[in-house]
């Protein structure tokens, strides 16, 4: 008898070791997105076609949901996820901050997408007037380098105004009982307080900024997976065409996943930028200007190379584009 209950438990045991192997092995051919409530990447979400190209490769997907940029480059520098999208801010801190990232891919620009408001019944007419006032952003956002570049072209220098520093939901708390001058914010947020305050819009980034999206990828990632990051870039942007000539069904999808009525919604969608292009040197250099411009204003701790943290696609790849 002992031996056969011997050979059961070695099976046993085998059936277990083999059971932990495939979850193990699951977990490591799981992808982490990192998204945030509005973009394109919340349409591709909900399109499902990812998932589906990438269970062929023994891929399977995992969203989260990050309040902003700044949040979602912490959960990529700690390792809770593996790729997402943000404004072109966020990777400059995160860079700084050392994370181990790559540009991937980015979006066209869609320079009227963010905003400096100011409530209706305000007596500020121009970023000039901005002078000694206080101005809330969400710190390390794509809005933090549009207000930087407003002030210059203003004659103003960043120290000349009062920054507060609060995530969009506070911020619009702040802006709506007066105890902030101004508010630096992105669609869709930009477009509810419009519509639904008011707000005047006293600087956008037409002329300024670009306001690129970048997807990004710990680097480790990237590097070994490249025919996983191939097949994102290619599903992002057919997502992104297909949005582009369907502002009404992306309306649709993204009204009620805001919680704001479509006429909102659609303004955002109209503004955005859509696509997922492989970096190319202007967009590069684009990017050096912002950590250039944070490094000299002493918002990061030190000199950035941006040209040395961009994922190089296989040739294939990038011929494909």
Known sequence: MRPVILRRGLVALFAAAVAFGAITQAQAETLRIGYQKYGTLVLLKAKGSLEKRLAAQGVDVQWTEFPGGPQLLEGLNVGSIDFGVTGETPPVFAQAAGADLLYVAYEPPAPHSEAILVPKDSAIKSVADLKGKKVVLNKGSNVHYLLVRALEDAGLKYTDIQTVFLPPADARAAFERGSVDAWVIWDPYQAAAEQQLQARTLRDGQGIVDN?????ATKPYAQKNPEVIKT??????????WSKANPQEVTQQVSPLLGLPADITLTSVKRQGYGALFLTPDVVAAQQKIADSFYQLKLIPKPLSIKDVIWTPPAAVAKAQ
């Open 232 to 241: 994102l870039v290619e599903e992002v942007r057919a997502v992104g065409e």
């Open 212 to 216: 690129h999206q970048f997807y990004l």
